[in-house]
């Protein structure tokens, strides 16, 4: 199985990487379009802010290839995000994302008592979507203070501030808020699945 | 809902778990890559390792290790001792560590802060703080260079405003570490944690003090911290963590299960 880990230049790659090492996959991790088509799988992921990340993407002439790929996809935290039409993490207004699924990142609702960012372990909705085949009422990691609104998208709820997604999903493109990579076993099982996808 | 976290702190010497009473006379209690992969295997819900010589002696942390954790762990850990600079943290993030901690360095240069979340987000930067009761004044002291005691010192801040600074300037979360309670297990200092959770807008997790599981049912419930930290408890098998997330479940805390 070949696996591609986009390299956005602004993300931190080694928990990832070693992720799949631990399953049994050695990534490519990569910024070449030529070799992220060619994958099997492509993971996007991302830490930092939207805007940056997008201007890495667009920088690195990446926006077409990814918007193009027909392979499964799996975008992590802000990675799933920037599938999303627009997000509102931004100082001058919105940034303009992949657009790959519908929908638009906005910042969550503040609450008493909650503080943001929404940061540790959640007990998760999961739809029957494969991504989640084998688990139920799982626990994942979350960091961000950024959320994708719960829509028909949605393969996954979570409840913080707000309800949100905890994953969506359109085709071949998917998108999971939380670190797989940090999840422990649940986590371990969400990347396994992505990896035996077929589609 | 959001679980409440229960995270083991390993105090790095010399590439090894150390640890200290009241930040003093440090014993080796293991190596680090065995302890981190029995923590996250028996349910610790996320690790912190502090270099505590780094700060002191004014060098980055030993940095081999953090790679070699990052490879076998799968729960998130952070990172501390003396990252002084955003190439310091840019390493110790790319060899795989999930949040960096600062704290006597920030102490120094407080722009260090902004600096580092401009660069890597909120979410990646943690400020550590250690915080001493003065009994004579009655008031919360803020100390530097805490690793060693012949360089400890005491800083012009009270607790309670270096909080609002270190949120001011974007920190993603606060470990406050009551020096009083550290290491004695007489309980963490629920008191000052309350007071400080009513006026932190970010996470905070309560540090020091740790010694029997009431101990961690008080503190989430009296100062409804995030997580609470602890070391020489789980170091040296006084609590067991299955134990202590079930009577922490039982007293209606939520836990992951």
């Not at chain 1, 929908?103 to 929404?118: S, W």
């Not at chain 1, 372990?121 to 991504?131: E, G, I």
């Not at chain 2, 002191?56 to 081999?64: G, I, Q, T």
């Not at chain 2, 098998?237 to 922490?248: C, F, N, S, T, Y």
Request: with cysteine.
């Amino acid at each position: 199985m070949s696996l591609v880990i986009v390299n956005t230049r602004v993300a931190n790659l080694a928990s990832v990487d070693f992720a799949f090492r631990r399953l049994g996959i050695t990534p490519v991790i990569s910024a070449d379009p030529q070799v992220i088509r060619n994958a099997e799988r492509v993971v996007l992921p991302g830490v930092g802010t939207a805007a940056a990340a997008m201007r890495s993407l667009r920088t690195l002439a990446l926006v077409d290839t990814l918007q193009g790929l027909s392979q499964p996809v799996l975008g992590v935290c802000l990675g799933m995000q920037m599938l999303t039409e627009v997000s509102a993490e931004s100082a001058d207004g919105a940034i303009e994302c992949l657009g790959v699924i519908p929908g638009r990142i906005e910042r969550m609702a503040n609450a008493r008592n909650k503080p943001l960012p929404h940061m540790g372990w959640n007990q998760t909705q999961v739809s029957d979507h494969p991504l989640f085949a084998g688990l139920h009422d799982p626990w994942f990691y979350y960091v961000h203070s950024y959320a994708a609104p719960v829509s028909e998208f949605s393969i996954a709820q979570c409840e913080y501030t707000q309800a949100f997604s905890g994953a969506i999903a359109r085709d071949n493109f998917m998108g999971v808020q939380f670190h797989p990579e940090r999840s422990g076993t649940d986590g371990a099982r969400v990347l396994k699945n992505f990896l035996e996808l077929s589609c | 809902m959001l679980a409440k976290r229960i995270i083991p702190c390993l105090d790095v010497r010399a590439g090894q778990v150390v640890k200290g009473v009241q930040f003093r006379n440090h014993e080796v209690v293991g190596d680090i890559v065995p302890l981190a992969t029995r923590y996250a295997a028996e349910g610790a819900d996320e690790l912190v390792f502090y270099d505590i010589t780094a700060s002191s002696d004014n060098r980055v942390v030993d940095k081999s290790w953090v790679s070699r954790v990052a490879e076998v762990i799968n729960i998130p850990f952070a990172v501390a001792g003396g990252i002084q600079s955003v190439e310091q943290a840019r390493d110790i993030l790319a060899m795989g560590a999930d949040k960096i901690s600062v704290n006597s360095p920030a102490l120094r240069r407080p722009e260090l802060i902004n600096e580092l979340v401009d660069e890597f987000g909120q979410q990646c930067v943690v400020i550590g703080i250690d915080s001493f009761f003065n009994a004579e004044s009655g008031e919360y002291e803020v100390y530097q260079f805490t690793g060693d005691e012949t360089r400890t010192l005491k800083t012009q801040w009270q607790t309670a405003d270096w909080v609002q600074e270190v949120i001011a300037r974007g920190a993603g979360e606060i470990v406050l570490n009551c020096m009083n309670q550290d290491g004695v297990r007489q309980g963490y200092d629920v008191k000052q944690l309350a007071a400080v959770r009513a006026q932190c807008s970010v996470p905070l997790i309560a540090s020091g003090g740790a010694g029997e599981i009431s101990h961690f049912i008080d503190v989430f419930r009296d100062a409804n911290v995030d997580g609470a930290l602890a070391a020489s408890v789980f170091h040296k098998g006084i609590i067991a963590m299955d134990e202590l997330k079930q009577q922490l479940r039982r007293a209606g805390i939520t836990i992951r299960a």
